[in-house]
């Protein structure tokens, strides 16, 4: 039994640390890829929109417009079509 543990904490040991690929895609590790810095930025500030956001008297207007007021214009288009219609969907509905 201690021959085995022994023996097993050795192949352990012994393996070499895999090299990752980048993505697991078809490149090499060693292609020389070099970061793109304008990307590298946009990524960090999509990370943190919450602390770069400010709520002022023209922002809070759109996202009102944005989640109220054309979500509910396209269900008055799509009730009104389907009315007019008369599709089997709006008659369950009534």
């Known amino acids: 039994m201690l021959r085995n543990t022994v023996t097993r904490c050795h192949r352990v040991v012994g393996q070499a640390q895999q090299r990752r690929q980048m ?3 078809p490149y090499p590790y060693n292609l020389g890829v070099k970061k793109n810095k304008f990307i ?3 990524n960090g500030r999509r990370e943190i929109t919450e602390k770069s956001f400010d709520a002022t008297s023209k922002t809070v207007p759109w996202i009102l417009t944005l989640c109220i007021a054309v979500p509910y214009g396209i269900y008055a288009i799509a009730k009104d079509e389907l009315s007019k219609t008369g599709g089997r ?5 009534c």
């Open 23 to 25: 993505g697991g895609g």
């Open 40 to 42: 590298e930025e946009w």
């Open 89 to 93: 969907r709006y008659k369950e509905m």
